[in-house]
């Protein structure tokens, strides 16, 4: 089945590491994907991770992926107030629609 | 480059009013996508396009969604009639590689 799972909230403190993590069920997802959502707007495109990779560093983000275990965490390092938004994990399962998690809320304190 | 357009940006009708969206996406982009989003879920595929024909409309509820891009660029989305549970976020997303979505801000339905 097609599901993706993620804890809906997390808070830190400006200057700490947030790590946000999601579970995946289809093992034929060719790439898996982090989107931010900022109040009343669309869906940014973070990043994304080939399938067949283990980690992908991208400035002050990372991504894991732990395919055995179907288990995705994005790490934003030095995270700022700017960075509160809405994170949304997803799978393409068959290489066109997203599937995504429900979104975790990230709250960033001063 | 320009980003993917929708419009209107917020709507509010009453139940079994009709209703349509539109969008333009990324130039270049063959395929196009209509994402739900419900307050407090995460968005879900309503149709796909590839070009101006359906790759995917297996969530769509046909019985009052319908949506069309008849030369392959824009798009329009029509909801007839709207119910309660309508309500919710349209966003369109739209690429050239099918490994990069992009998105649009979305329009923001509400049916009273």
């Known amino acids: 089945g097609e599901d993706v799972e993620q804890s809906l909230f997390l808070s830190v403190r400006e200057g700490d590491s947030s790590v946000i993590n999601c579970t995946y069920t289809d093992s034929s997802s060719t790439y898996l994907y982090w989107y931010k959502q900022e109040p009343g707007a669309g869906l940014q495109l973070l990043t994304y991770?080939?399938?067949?990779?283990d980690m992908k560093q991208d400035q002050r983000l990372t991504v894991l992926l732990n395919k055995k275990d179907k288990h995705l965490s994005l790490r934003i390092a030095d995270t700022q107030t700017g960075d509160s938004a809405i994170y949304f994990c997803?799978?393409?399962?068959?290489?066109?629609?997203?599937?995504f998690g429900q979104g975790t809320e990230l709250s960033v304190k001063p | 480059e320009a980003g993917v357009a929708q419009s209107p940006r917020y709507k509010i009708i009453e139940k079994r009013q009709s209703v349509a969206f539109w969008c333009n996406p990324i130039s270049g982009h063959a395929t196009l996508y209509w994402y739900q989003q419900i307050l407090g879920q995460g968005p879900k595929l309503l149709i796909q396009f590839q070009n101006n024909g359906v790759v995917d409309d297996s969530q769509l509820p046909k019985d009052r969604f319908s949506a069309e891009r008849l030369k392959g660029v824009d798009s329009t989305l029509k909801i007839q009639p709207a119910k309660l549970e309508d309500s919710a976020v349209y966003l369109c997303a739209s690429s050239f590689y099918a490994a990069e979505q992009f998105f649009g801000p979305g329009t923001r339905l509400t049916v009273l």
């Open positions: 997803a799978e393409n399962p068959q290489g066109g629609k997203l599937i």
């Open positions: 991770i080939f399938s067949n990779m």
